[in-house]
């Protein structure tokens, strides 16, 4: 098969666009027809319970198999689902016999005049409940460079190969804040995920790549799905945009540190975690102000260093920041990670235990323990006092995030401009779906301490005393915080000016981790 890509003639493709819809060829249609399992099993990159459930002759079966499992359909079967012809001539498909290489085998019955996908065609639904498409190279959907088998593009360097949706994407999707912008920026599009999202609340889109295949990747998803076209740019970093500004900055950079730089979708080539701190450091020269830089990122645990103060001195001048460590691995579970995404564990042992040799020898060489995965967020406030929040937090949150995210940066902005007085005189409501815990042994009369417990966003939980639970429960944005606490001091018998004295650092902490929201007058 010829490694041509398809191109996107506007009309034709909006006629391939109505018949993957007519056919239900949609998230929603694939899983009512694959049923839970099966779908949740193509998302692994595992085809056979697919290929069990395809066994028809139906339209979208025919669908899946053509463009989700990359198995020949013969032509008349193809011509009741699709425009064929009009595949044929932007070179969506090809023509070929049953012994094309790679393909797979022919079912019984199926004749020698087949039609096979040259991409990956995967339906993808929007936010809003869009019906979107991603294409990416045949095989690669999910599952890395390894995942791509027998069914691969031949002709194609592994090295520039394309994926489409994996949990990143749709991490970074989820994370972004969602707010109406003038300009973004999808740096890294790959098969442009984050572009086709950006184009729903941004009047103009520029996304950029090293990889010039990514780019076309990236117009035919845009086209497939029925976006506006966006500002396609070849080059790295922020190369491809000189001085240019932006509202929005995603990227879903290649951030794996590794030795070398074989893939170009993953291994950012350069020493250590410095593509992602180069990134991250370059981006405030390209916001506007108020603007938001949102990507994943690695970063390196390195011998006598504590990881935050190595994550702040990223953070730009100017800039407030949210740093979130979502996982932590050592250095042989994470290089074992990216040798199995780039297949090498089923090729030549030898060869796998030589370049697995080299991951840690690179490691070793950099001081480096552990490698910490997260996401991380900026905004361009010009704060003399800036806002650098670095964590970590392992447990699941609530997807989307995009609205917490900007809660949070408001917070912090509130907190930077209230100090412990106008804290007392400020007030506050309790947030939704906030519940108190109550921990202690069966049969006690008083717990050992009380939690706090969020249902939304980050899904946080913290302790509290009695005094913070009782100030929490009365907080209904009607009191002051100093009113509360002199009513619950005259209930305990307390000095109300100590109390006032040693609480606000409590209100802080409890506003800055979304358990209590301002109230203003507006």
Not at 94 to 119: N, Y
Request: proline share 6%; with cysteine; aromatic share 6%.
């Amino acid at each position: 098969m010829s490694s041509r890509l398809p191109t996107a003639d506007p009309a034709r493709t909006a006629r391939l666009r109505d018949a993957l819809r007519s056919a239900d060829f949609t998230a929603e249609g694939l899983l009512d027809l694959l049923g839970a399992p099966a779908y949740a099993a193509l998302a692994r990159g595992e085809t056979v319970p697919a290929e069990r459930a395809t066994r028809g002759d139906g339209a979208l079966e025919t669908l899946v198999r053509l463009f989700l499992l990359q198995r020949p359909v013969p032509y008349g079967r193809a011509r009741a689902v699709l425009p064929v012809d009009d595949c044929l001539a932007d070179g969506w498909l090809v023509r070929s016999g049953a012994d094309a290489p790679g393909a797979g085998a022919v079912r019984a019955g199926d004749t020698d005049d087949a039609v096979r996908a040259v991409v990956d065609v995967r339906p993808y639904g929007g936010p809003e409940g869009q019906d979107w498409w991603i294409v990416s190279d045949l095989g690669c959907a999910v599952g890395g460079a390894g995942g791509i088998g027998g069914h691969g593009p031949t002709g194609v360097d592994r090295s520039q190969l394309v994926l489409g949706v994996g949990g990143a994407s749709t991490t970074l999707a989820g994370l972004t804040v969602r707010v109406p912008v003038g300009r973004a920026l999808d740096l890294g599009t790959g098969s442009g995920i984050q572009a086709l999202h950006a184009a729903q609340h941004a009047t103009h889109v520029t996304a950029t790549d090293l990889n010039p295949r990514a780019l076309r990747f990236a117009r035919l998803t845009l086209a497939l799905s029925g976006a506006p076209e966006a500002d396609l740019r070849e080059g790295s970093l922020f190369e491809p945009v000189g001085d240019e500004t932006y509202d929005l900055i995603v990227s879903n950079p290649p951030f794996v540190i590794s030795p070398g730089a074989r893939l170009v979708y993953r291994d950012g080539g350069l020493s250590g975690d410095a593509l992602c701190r180069t990134l991250v450091q370059q981006s405030a020269a390209h916001l506007n102000d108020g603007g938001w830089c949102q990507l994943l990122a690695n970063w390196q645990h390195v011998e006598g260093e504590d990881w935050h103060d190595r994550l702040r001195s990223w953070v730009p001048r100017g800039c407030d920041a949210w740093i979130v460590q979502r996982e932590v691995q050592d250095i042989t579970q994470y290089a074992e990670l990216w040798l199995r995404d780039a297949g090498d564990h089923l090729g030549d042992p030898a060869r796998y235990a030589e370049r697995y040799d080299a991951w840690l020898a690179e490691f070793e060489a950099r001081k480096t323990k552990a490698v910490g995965l997260g996401w991380i967020t900026l905004r361009k406030t010009g704060a003399d006092r800036p806002s650098i929040t670095v964590e970590e937090w392992p447990h699941p949150v609530e997807q989307p995030l995009g609205p917490a995210v900007v809660a949070h940066f408001e917070r912090q902005e509130y907190l930077r401009t209230h100090d412990d007085a106008a804290l007392l005189a400020a007030r506050f409501r309790l947030a939704d779906e906030v519940v108190q815990e109550q921990v202690g042994l069966p049969g006690a009369e008083d717990p050992e301490h009380v939690v706090l417990r969020q249902n939304r966003g980050m899904r946080r939980a913290t302790k509290v005393d009695t005094v913070g639970a009782g100030f929490a429960g009365v907080c209904d944005g009607t009191l002051s915080a100093g009113r509360i606490l002199d009513a619950i001091a005259q209930l305990l018998g307390e000095d109300s000016v100590m109390l006032r004295d040693r609480t606000p650092e409590s209100i802080r902490l409890l506003v800055e981790q979304g358990f209590l929201l301002p109230v203003t007058d507006e």
